[in-house]
């Protein structure tokens, strides 16, 4: 189970920082996993955001939150984040969490097999 956090409403050039825990069976071993960060605007196709190993810290992000984006992730607590500066309106979205049982970064949709629910951030102008 993947259950994110810290979605809310910001005004433009804020801060937020979303959460994903992974709990459960499938990710007790949870080295083995990639976690990601999409999102989804109103009326557009889901989009990579970031993903990072949960092994050797590599990450990969999408070129329009190069900079401004950070992911993380805390082995001990199963949990993966999202710092995200300098917000933007059209950073409004709902982020979703997601993981892929591989070592290796991947940044479409496809390739990941566990989803959460989502969470909304809206970012004011």
């Known amino acids: 189970q993947l259950v994110e956090s810290g979605g809310g409403f910001v005004q433009a050039g804020g801060s937020l920082k979303l959460s994903c825990a992974a709990s459960?069976?499938?990710?007790?071993?949870?080295?083995?996993?990639?976690m990601g960060w999409f999102r989804q605007a109103p009326g557009k196709e889901r989009e990579f955001v970031a993903a990072?190993?949960?092994?050797?810290?590599?990450?990969r992000y999408a070129d329009s939150m190069k900079g401004r984006f950070t992911i993380s992730r805390d082995n001990a607590e199963n949990t993966v984040y999202l710092q995200m500066n300098s917000l933007k309106p059209e950073d409004t979205a709902v982020y979703y969490c997601?993981?892929?049982?591989?070592?290796?970064?991947?940044?479409?949709?496809?390739?990941?097999?566990?989803w959460g629910q989502g969470t909304q951030v809206t970012v004011s102008s």
């Open positions: 997601a993981a892929r049982r591989t070592i290796i970064l991947a940044s479409s949709i496809n390739d990941y097999e566990y």
């Open positions: 990072i190993t949960w092994r050797r810290d590599y990450t």
């Open positions: 459960g069976g499938t990710f007790s071993s949870a080295s083995n996993y990639v």
